[in-house]
């Protein structure tokens, strides 16, 4: 089966500027869901879909960052406009939703915030 | 809500020698345990699952892990380590009422020749 795609693969702007994430999840996964990876830490999740519909978005800063999954497929993660401390790795990941189901994750994108 | 400890933060260990990386995880409820694997600029990728059954469980690549519920622990052991083991480890618990994973910080395994 194809994994989970993701786009760009690398990215670097300016602070203030906005920027966005794109994902693919496996097909037939119903659950999607966006994590922060800051160098030397673990994935910190920043929101998860169920479906189309939000889950869990309680360690998303929505001042700045908003996801949206567009008929249940597809997701895009914006930050606008971007902080210093947002450079990271942007992993999504996707799972059949039920319990136990593992993640499968993508390559992620490297944002360097400048 | 579940956390997740991983004792060591690096781990170095000579090619061919045993190698045990630690996790002790924290729920109130019954969890799920994770051993994910990711390699330089990857994502993460599954090693081994424990959902139930059999506390001992074995994964790819030769790595195995032992559930224990008494010590909240889920270690991730393998006899005999190859230099294409260096890797960062992730262990992850999820509970059995939402499917939201929660990660530890990482073990960084280098495999000296």
């Known amino acids: 089966e194809a994994g989970v795609a993701q786009s760009p693969r690398y990215k670097i702007i300016e602070k203030r500027q906005s920027v966005a994430f794109w994902c693919n999840p496996i097909s037939g996964h119903a659950t999607l869901y966006w994590y922060q990876q800051i160098l030397g830490q673990g994935p910190k999740l920043l929101i998860q879909?169920?479906?189309?519909?939000?889950?869990?978005d309680s360690q998303l800063p929505k001042d700045r960052f908003s996801a949206e999954r567009l008929k249940g497929v597809d997701s895009t993660l914006k930050i606008q406009p971007a902080k210093l401390e947002d450079s990271a790795v942007y992993l999504c990941?996707?799972?059949?939703?039920?319990?136990?189901?593992?993640?499968?994750f993508g390559n992620g994108t490297r944002l360097t915030v400048t | 809500a579940q956390s997740v400890t991983q004792l060591d933060s690096q781990v170095p260990v000579f090619e061919e020698a045993p190698v045990e990386l630690r996790c002790n995880y924290s729920s109130s409820v019954s969890v799920y345990l994770f051993w994910y694997v990711q390699y330089p600029n990857q994502g993460l990728q599954l090693l081994l699952k424990?959902?139930?059954?059999?506390?001992l469980v074995k994964g790819i690549n030769g790595f195995e892990a032992e559930f224990n519920k008494s010590q909240t622990s889920f270690h991730l052991r393998k006899p005999s380590v190859h230099i294409s083991d260096t890797a960062e480890y992730f262990c992850?618990?999820?509970?059995?009422?939402?499917?939201?994973?929660?990660f530890g910080t990482g073990t960084s395994l280098t495999v000296i020749p």
């Open positions: 992850a618990v999820s509970s059995n009422t939402g499917n939201q994973f929660y």
């Open positions: 990941a996707s799972s059949l939703g039920w319990g136990g189901s593992p993640l499968h």
């Open positions: 879909f169920q479906n189309n519909g939000v889950v869990d």
């Open positions: 424990y959902l139930s059954g059999s506390t």
